[in-house]
Nanobody
Framework: EVQLQASGGGLVQVGGSLRLSCATS????????IGWFRQAPGKEREGVSC?????YYADSVKGRFTISSDSAENMVYLQMNSLKPDDTAVYYC?????????????????WGQGTQVTVSS
């Protein structure tokens, strides 16, 4: 059974940093695209970053966020630096079919409960 558990969100000031963690089970990192999505109040869900054979980032976070994984510990991370108020959202870790384009509307196979990130200005 695939399970995902996101954590690490919180309240930070503009310019601050957070590292989100996603504990996974039942996921083969070689067989799926893994990634992070977010949804802000009143806005549609958007892809933030995904990883499979490469790593990919939304233009809005490129250069500030870094996705990484530790297959030995079944963990996925999102390091977020230089946070902006527009980054405020609920962040979800997700598993998608391999090769999915995370920056187009896409069905997510599995996702966690989400963790709130709030950036104050």
């Amino acid at each position: 059974e695939v399970q995902l558990q996101a954590s690490g969100g919180g309240l930070v000031q503009v310019g601050g940093s957070l590292r989100l963690s996603c504990a996974t089970s039942g996921v083969s990192f070689d067989s799926y695209t893994i990634g992070w999505f977010r949804q802000a109040p009143g806005k549609e869900r958007e892809g933030v970053s995904c990883s499979d054979s490469g790593t990919y980032y939304a233009d809005s976070v490129k250069g500030r966020f870094t996705i990484s994984s530790d297959s030995a510990e079944n963990m996925v991370y999102l390091q977020m630096n230089s946070l902006k108020p527009d980054d405020t959202a609920v962040y979800y870790c997700a598993v998608l079919p391999y090769g999915s384009d995370c920056f187009q509307p896409v069905d997510i196979a599995y996702w966690g409960q989400g963790t709130q990130v709030t950036v104050s200005s």
